[in-house]
């Protein structure tokens, strides 16, 4: 069983920074890769970013790339997605989520544990 708990979400204006964590725990969770999506109102859950807490390798969504960055304290068994510049349409609730195995990184449909979710609102 793994367990997620996402923090740091927040209001704020545009081009300002937010760092959200997730804190993990479970028996297993250095060998699961680790995602970011959100979910804007209105619209469908996004994949955000991916890290593989084996060897640090990380993938972003092109709408995120360049400003967002997805990192793992192995220590604190947490992961943190490090946002900048950050944008109106950024707003959405950010989800933590933990990925055993499967054929897309992107595919929220493949990650086995969610944590429950953290808000974003970037005001204009």
């Known amino acids: 069983q793994v367990h997620l708990l996402e923090s740091g979400g927040g209001l704020v204006q545009a081009g300002d920074s937010l760092r959200l964590s997730c804190a993990a725990s479970g028996r297993t969770i250095t060998s699961y890769t680790m995602g970011w999506f959100r979910r804007a109102p209105g619209k469908e859950r996004e994949f955000v970013a991916v890290?593989?807490?084996?060897?640090?390798?990380?993938y972003y969504d092109d709408s995120v790339k360049g400003r967002f960055t997805i990192s793992i304290d192995n220590a604190k068994n947490t992961v943190y997605l490090q946002m900048n510049r950050l944008k109106p349409e950024d707003t959405a609730v950010y989800y933590c989520?933990?990925?055993?195995?499967?054929?897309?990184?992107?595919?929220?449909?493949?990650?086995?544990?969610w944590g429950q979710g953290t808000q974003v609102t970037v005001s204009s």
């Open positions: 890290i593989t807490w084996s060897n640090g390798r990380t």
């Open positions: 989520a933990a990925r055993s195995g499967g054929s897309s990184y992107q595919k929220w449909g493949e990650y086995d544990y």
